[in-house]
């Protein structure tokens, strides 16, 4: 009859295989941070089972504490699609409801790309003048400038030129009378 | 597919390598195992013999390691290093909102965390822990303040300073013994002399250098992070 323990610590290996297969095969990014975490719990319990419990604890605190936790801000802020609501008219908010049509358009935009569309009116940033907006793109982490052209009554979205989703928002734009894309030529950051 | 079964073949040859490098740990055992077990808490006066190796018998690794993340850090910062002043857009709708569920809890666990992190630096010589481990759990507990807080501001240059003197600090209080002993990295008491109360205060001053350095290093570490995406 074998040690109870012995059977614990094999059931714990096939399960850190298992674990590792599940890490690698997965699509889902939220999924495999999650398993991630189990992997690094699976791994301190087999550190206890063979008595190094200094080596457990380590590997407790950073193996599914700090490395998820980094990865979950990571990813969070890799996904987002930050608009500066300039124009402050009915073009995104209308009726106090996300159903205008400057909104449906960037709304059907991030789906295409499975991003999270984010929709600020930042006081302090939209008080910003014209011609500071290409350093406000640069400064902070507004992706998009909306405002409204006064004299052609047309919406200008305006983002950096290096930003790749700008080739795709101008052919979208371009089924669109009222929207117009533009964007800024990049400066050499020197790096 | 394939690509599926060049996967599984190279953890099975892992797991192959471990199995078999395993055979020899009853040799590695005999040899030095014996004479610290022995010795171990006379001559440092730890009763853990894990951090008796770590900070008495084996510093010269520790303090090398402690170095490692010094770089590491250096490293990170230099790469997601930022000229520019840092400005974050308010949302109107954020979907990435913490949950107001997982901000009461924190909150709840946030000094608990902090006094347990520092329980197990302080205890590093009697029960399992030390340095390296407190200060990653006290790391995690300030980690956990950006998620009750997301707007608040850190000054990475300033921990990284402190970072460096406490780790100029660890390697002065480390060559001391060259004066009580006649050798570098080991404890500054001599145990012919002192007793093992004694020893243990060198111990514990190790010990809270070492956790405040780590837990500040990996505080660098993830503020980097949260700025590097905004």
Partial sequence: ?????????????????????????????GTIIVLIAVFSLVT?????????????????AIGSAIIPLIYVISISRQREFIVLDKAMDDFII?????????????????????????????????????????????????????????????????????????????????????????????????? | MIKHVILIAMLLAIY????????????????????????????????????????DYRLFDSLFEAGILLIAVSGIIWISKHDIEEKNARFMLDK?????????FSRLVYPLMLAFGFYIIINGHVSPGGGFQGGAIVATAILILYYIDADKETNIGMIVTVEKFLYLTILIIASLSIFTRGTFFTNVFPYETSSTSTQVIYLVTLNILIGFKVALGLWAIFTAFLKEGR
Avoid at chain 2, 96 to 104: G, N, Q, S, Y
């Fill in chain 1, 94 to 191: 209308s009726d106090d409801a996300f159903t205008g049509v400057g909104y449906i358009f960037l709304k059907r935009f991030t789906d295409f790309y499975h991003l999270e569309l984010n929709i600020s009116n930042d006081v302090r940033l939209c008080s910003v003048g014209r011609g500071r907006e290409q350093k406000l793109c640069e400064e902070t982490n507004v992706d998009l400038i909306v405002s409204k052209d006064e004299e052609t009554g047309k919406y200008l979205l305006k983002g950096k030129q290096s930003n790749i989703l700008m080739h795709k928002l101008k052919q979208m734009a371009r089924d669109y009378d009222t929207i117009e894309v533009v964007t800024f030529k990049d400066r050499d950051f020197g790096d």
């Fill in chain 1, 1 to 29: 009859m074998p040690d109870m323990l012995e059977i614990t610590a094999y059931a714990l290996q096939v399960l850190l295989i298992i674990m590792a297969l599940a890490i690698v095969t997965h699509k889902n990014t």
């Fill in chain 2, 96 to 104: 990435f909102k913490t949950p107001d569920l997982f901000v009461t």
């Fill in chain 2, 16 to 55: 192959a390598v471990f199995t078999v490098s395993l055979q020899d740990l009853e040799q590695i055992y005999q040899t030095s195992a014996d004479y610290f077990r022995e010795f171990g808490v006379d001559q440092t006066g730890s009763n853990n013999l894990v951090t008796a190796i770590l900070l």
């Fill in chain 1, 44 to 60: 301190a319990s087999l550190y206890v089972i063979n008595k190094a419990p200094d080596v457990a604890i380590a590997e407790v």
